[in-house]
C-alpha cells in the first residue's frame, strides 16, 4: 500500500528554454532552443502519457525568453497546467526575454515564477557571499514586481552541490528544481527535471512511460544523501 500512496504523488516534471520558431537564444543558449512546432507535438504527448501512468505533470522554464508568455503560457491554459517560470532577473526588458508587466500577465494566469538569481551565475563557482547575494537580489526583484513570496527555485545551469542546498532551504525555499532526470515525488522539495531539447525526445518518453515505484519513491527520498556524498567526493 504505501507504494500505492508514493504512486499517487509522482510528479513528471518538463523543462524548457527558448521555445520561438526563431531563436532568440545566443551562443550556447541554442543547445536548449526547441522551435514551438517541434516541441507541441511532443509536449501534447506527454500530456497523454501523464494521464496513462498516473504522475502529475509539471512543465517549467527557464531564462525569461519571451516564448514563456507569447506561446508556453497559453499552451498551458489550454491543457489546464500550471507552469513555473524561473527568471534571472537582470534579463528582464533585454530584447527577446520577458518584462515586468509579462510577469504579472503570467502570475495573473495563476503561473508560479521561481528565483533562477540575478545574473545567471554558476553558484557552484562562485564565493559564499556571491551566491546568497545573486539569490537575494533576484528573489527581492520578484517579490517586489509580484507583491508576493517567492518560495521555488532553479540553480543556473542546474549546477549545485550540498552547501547550495542547505543554504536555499535555509531562506526558506520549498522546491528546488535540479536538471537531473527522474521521477519527482510531491512530497520531496528536491526536484528532478526532464529538459526538453533536440535530441532527448526518446528519453523523455521513456521517463514518461513509466509507473513510478519504490525504487523511483527511495531515490527521490534518498537524494539529498546523495547530493552531499557527492560533494564530499568533490563530483559535481
Known amino acids: 500500500m504505501a507504494v500505492e500512496r508514493d504512486e499517487a504523488r509522482f510528479e513528471l516534471i518538463i ?22 512546432s517541434s516541441a507541441e507535438p511532443l509536449l501534447d ?29 497559453p499552451w498551458l491554459v489550454r491543457q489546464g497546467i500550471v507552469g513555473a517560470f524561473f527568471v534571472p532577473t537582470r ?20 503561473m508560479e515564477i521561481g528565483v533562477h538569481g540575478a ?7 562562485i564565493s559564499e557571499r556571491e551566491f546568497i547575494d545573486d539569490v537575494s ?43 537531473r532526470p527522474g521521477l519527482a515525488l510531491a512530497s520531496v522539495a528536491i526536484k528532478p527535471r526532464n529538459m526538453l531539447k533536440t535530441g532527448n525526445e526518446a528519453a523523455l518518453r521513456a521517463v514518461a512511460s513509466r509507473r513510478g515505484n519504490w525504487s523511483d519513491a527511495a531515490r527521490c527520498r534518498l537524494r539529498p544523501l546523495s547530493v552531499r556524498l557527492r560533494t564530499l567526493a568533490g563530483v559535481p
Open 15 to 36: 523543462g524548457v528554454h527558448d521555445l520561438s520558431e526563431e531563436p532568440d537564444a545566443r551562443g550556447d543558449e541554442l543547445q536548449s532552443w526547441m522551435p514551438f
Open 45 to 73: 504527448t506527454l500530456v497523454e502519457m501523464s494521464r496513462r501512468s498516473g504522475a502529475r505533470l509539471r512543465v517549467t522554464s527557464d531564462d525569461a525568453f519571451r516564448s514563456d508568455v507569447e506561446l508556453l503560457a
Open 91 to 110: 534579463f528582464l526588458g533585454r530584447p527577446g526575454r520577458l518584462s515586468a508587466g509579462d510577469l504579472h500577465a503570467l502570475d495573473a494566469l495563476g
Open 119 to 125: 545574473g545567471h551565475l554558476d553558484w557552484t563557482a
Open 137 to 179: 537580489e533576484g528573489r527581492a526583484a520578484l517579490e517586489g514586481i509580484l507583491g508576493r513570496p517567492v518560495d521555488i527555485v532553479a540553480p543556473p545551469f542546474g549546477r549545485f552541490d550540498a552547501r547550495i542546498l542547505d543554504h536555499l532551504f535555509a531562506m526558506g525555499f520549498r522546491e528546488v528544481h535540479t536538471c
